[in-house]
Structure formats: structure tokens, C-alpha cells
């Protein structure tokens, strides 16, 4: 064992105190034992929360586009890749003494690149929750209490999101510690198995029923069309096990930080079961058929009995599953919106009025963008998929390419420049992606 690894061995009491006007972004250390610190169950829980959100739903139609074998490959390795971003990304917070991404951001780039992350973060969380209000709001799908009791002013799209962000949004964004979150997080995930489950239960019927086809192995490539198509499947891979914005924040909360890395291990194994699963049963349910967000496949009759019924579950229970990760995205967003704009105060959790004042515009904003925003999802193509990238694997693999303290080996700069070609790709096929399908759409609007 080498001395760095001993060092991060260290428990929390054995740290120096966090220097208050150097950690912003931070919930303020507590010296006394009346502290509780955050138990390991639900740090798991909570960045397998970060992880695991409105993506689950585009990756069985990845699966479509690669084939199972490759598919089922590319997310492992994926999920491989993102542990070894933690990795370093956590290595040299710990040699730099930094206690939030931001700072490690700092300590390699200093005020430019730390500012940079936090852009970054901010553009990538609000885009991301204005979409999960809109999916919850019944838009990007037909609401499910539409179809019970048909239009009435109480089951509008602004009615339902208004009730929500008071009833649900607005108490969870009241906890000034992400362990707080714990039980909701373990809700939620709970929430993504029970979709899981439905789905391998209608898909085991169906097999004993003989009309579920053999699904394909490999992609199916025909033209230079169906080869393009290939790489638009990254992106969606790419950004799938992003959580780097909230594991320092749930390290702070761990007693002993060595415990850390078998909480980054042990969520990335269960998302990636997780997401494994959910993209086997459901290609091989759909197979060909499967739709960008496999959740549109639940809006028809699946050919079982009570078919109608299931789909409704499972569209409730993913609408609840994203009203519960909603306050895991928010928290990381309060934080850096309060570094950015106010870089030198007291920690946030030790100002009430700010703490207050920040929660209530994240909320009244995201609420507006969902409803007053006529199209979202362009907007979000763009920002999420760039900005998701650099926060996952351009800005850990170029802290350890800048290396400030020059513990980075041979092996962490080669994995740092393949982390950065692969996500310099996934923007571009991302990017060239979403502008094609926006002028093909104007083109035909206009035809």
C-alpha cells in the first residue's frame, strides 16, 4: 500500500477543519457527537439516485440500435470507465485536500476552471429538471389521469406541477444534508425495480406465449445510414452513469472516507444491474419496436390481460420514480449556484435566508421552464449532452492530465486522453445528431 492510499484511509476525525471562506459549496463540519454521520446504505442509495434517472428509459432503444451482446458490452464498460473517473477524480481531492469537485476543479485550473464546472452543472441540471417536470406534468406523455377522468382543470399539466413542487419539490428541498435524502433515495430505486420487474414479468409471459422473437446479438448494418445510426448509441451511454457533482457532497457526510470507494463501487454494480436488466427485458419485449423512450411503448396494448392497467403502473411509478431523484439534482445545483454567485460567504447551510432564497428560485424556475417553455428537449439535447460529458470524464481526465500534483501515472494520462476523445466524439455525434433531426423536422414542417 502506498502512502497516498494510506492517507485516504484516514477517518473524518482525524481531518483538519474545513476552512469555511476555502469550501463554500460545502454543509458546514460539525465538531460536536451530536453530529450523525451518514451510514453507508444510504450514501449507496442516494449517488445510485444521482445516477439513475430519465436515461433508463433511451438505453433498451441503444440495445435496439447495437445489438444485445454489444449493447449489454458497452454498458458495462461504461460503467467501468465511470469508476475509474471517480477514482482519480476522488485521488486527487484527496492530495489536494480539497473537499468539493469544485475545488479540485480550482486547484488544477484555478478560478476559471472551477467556474467552468459550475456552469456546467447548472446548465445540465436545470435542463435536466424542467424535463423531468414536464414528464411528471403528463406531456411528454398522455397523462395518466387524463385518461382516468378525462380534462378537468384539477389534472392540468400546470394544476399537477403546481401541486407537486408544494406537496413534494418544496419540503425535500428544505434538507441542508443529502443524507437527509436517504429514504427517498432508497424509494426511488425501489420505484426503478418495480418497473424493472413488470417489464421481465410481461416479457417471461410472453416468452411462454411464443411471441417474443429472438432478439439480435449484433447491430444490423445494411448502409452507410445504419452505420451512422451505430454512433448515436454513445451518447446515451456515455452520459448514463453520471454522478460526479454529488460524490463529494456524500463523502463529506461519511464518518470514515475510505468508505467512499466501495459506495462508488457498490452503486455503479447496481445501476448497472439495474440498467442491464431493464435494456434486456425490455428490447426483448419490443424488440425492433422499441421507441427512443421506452416508456411511449407502455401507451398501447401490450397483448396481455390487464395490459392497460400495468401500463398505467408502470407509468406511475416512473413519474413517482422521477418526482423522488428530483431533489438528488436539485441539491448539487443550489450548491454550485450559490458558489458561483457568491464565492467567499458562509456556507450555505449556515444561511438560512440565502439557503431559502436560492431553493425558492431553482424551484419557481424550473416550475416556469416546464410550463411556459413551448420545446425544452432541443435545448436540452445540446446542453445535456455536452455539459454532462465534461462533468463525467473531460474535466476528470484533464485535472489528471494538468496533474497539479504530479501523482498522476502513465496509465491514468493514456486513460485520460481515451476519456477525452470518447467524450469529445459523443458531443460531436450528439450535436450533429439533434441539429440534423431539428432541420429534417423544420423541412418537413415547411414541405
Avoid at 183 to 197: C, R, Y
Avoid at 252 to 281: G, R
Avoid at 335 to 349: E, K, S
Wanted: hydrophobic content about 50%; charged content about 15%.
Amino acid at each position: 500500500m502506498t502512502t497516498d492510499e494510506k492517507e485516504t484511509k484516514n477517518t473524518r476525525k482525524s481531518k483538519q477543519p474545513i476552512n469555511e471562506i476555502k469550501s463554500p459549496l460545502l454543509p458546514e463540519k460539525h465538531a460536536s457527537e451530536e453530529f450523525k454521520w451518514a451510514p453507508f446504505a444510504g450514501a449507496v442509495f442516494n449517488l445510485s439516485t444521482s445516477i439513475i434517472g430519465a436515461g433508463i428509459m433511451a438505453l433498451p432503444t441503444t440495445i435496439k440500435v447495437l445489438g444485445l451482446g454489444l449493447g449489454l458490452g458497452m454498458i458495462v464498460f461504461v460503467a467501468v470507465l465511470t469508476e475509474a473517473s471517480l477514482e482519480m477524480l476522488l485521488r486527487f481531492s484527496r492530495v489536494g485536500k480539497s473537499e468539493s469537485y469544485g475545488e479540485v476543479m480550482g486547484d488544477a485550473f484555478g478560478v476559471v476552471g472551477r467556474r467552468l464546472l459550475q456552469i456546467c452543472i447548472l446548465l445540465n441540471n436545470v435542463g435536466t429538471l424542467i424535463v423531468y417536470m414536464i414528464i411528471i406534468g403528463g406531456v411528454h406523455h398522455a397523462g395518466v389521469l387524463e385518461g382516468w377522468f378525462g380534462e378537468q382543470w384539477w389534472n392540468s399539466r400546470t394544476f399537477v406541477l403546481l401541486v407537486t413542487t408544494i406537496v413534494v419539490f418544496a419540503p425535500l428541498a428544505c434538507f441542508k444534508r443529502i443524507d437527509s435524502l436517504r429514504h427517498t433515495s432508497a424509494l426511488a430505486i425501489a420505484l426503478a425495480i418495480v418497473f424493472l420487474i413488470i417489464t421481465a414479468g410481461i416479457t417471461i409471459l410472453k416468452l411462454f406465449n411464443g411471441s417474443v422473437a429472438m432478439p439480435r446479438l449484433l447491430p444490423k448494418v445494411t448502409d452507410i445510414t445504419s452505420v451512422w445510426s451505430l454512433f448515436t448509441a454513445v451518447p446515451v451511454l456515455v452520459i448514463a452513469f453520471i454522478c460526479h457533482f454529488n460524490v463529494h457532497t456524500i463523502d463529506n457526510e461519511l464518518e470514515d472516507s475510505s468508505l467512499i470507494q466501495p459506495v462508488v463501487k457498490t452503486s455503479l454494480a447496481l445501476c448497472s444491474i439495474i440498467y442491464i436488466l431493464t435494456s434486456f427485458f425490455g428490447f426483448l419485449l419490443f424488440g425492433d419496436s422499441t421507441l427512443d423512450d421506452i416508456l411511449a411503448n407502455f401507451d398501447a396494448n401490450l397483448g396481455i390481460p390487464y395490459s392497460f392497467l400495468l401500463n398505467d403502473v408502470v407509468r406511475i411509478s416512473y413519474a413517482l420514480h422521477l418526482m423522488l431523484v428530483f431533489p438528488i439534482l436539485l441539491y448539487p445545483l443550489r450548491l454550485n449556484l450559490d458558489g458561483l454567485f457568491f464565492p467567499t460567504a458562509r456556507p450555505l447551510v449556515a444561511n438560512n435566508v440565502r439557503f431559502g432564497l436560492i431553493s425558492i428560485g431553482l424551484l419557481l424556475l424550473v416550475f416556469l421552464g416546464a410550463n411556459f417553455i413551448p420545446n425544452i428537449w432541443d435545448a436540452f439535447q445540446f446542453t445535456g449532452a455536452t455539459a454532462t460529458v465534461c462533468i463525467g470524464f473531460i474535466f476528470p481526465a484533464t485535472i489528471a492530465l494538468r496533474d497539479p500534483h504530479a501523482i498522476a501515472t502513465k496509465k491514468d494520462k493514456i486513460l485520460s486522453v481515451f476519456m477525452v476523445a470518447l467524450a469529445v466524439f459523443s458531443n460531436m455525434v450528439a450535436i450533429y445528431s439533434d441539429a440534423y433531426t431539428i432541420l429534417k423536422k423544420n423541412v418537413n414542417t415547411n414541405a
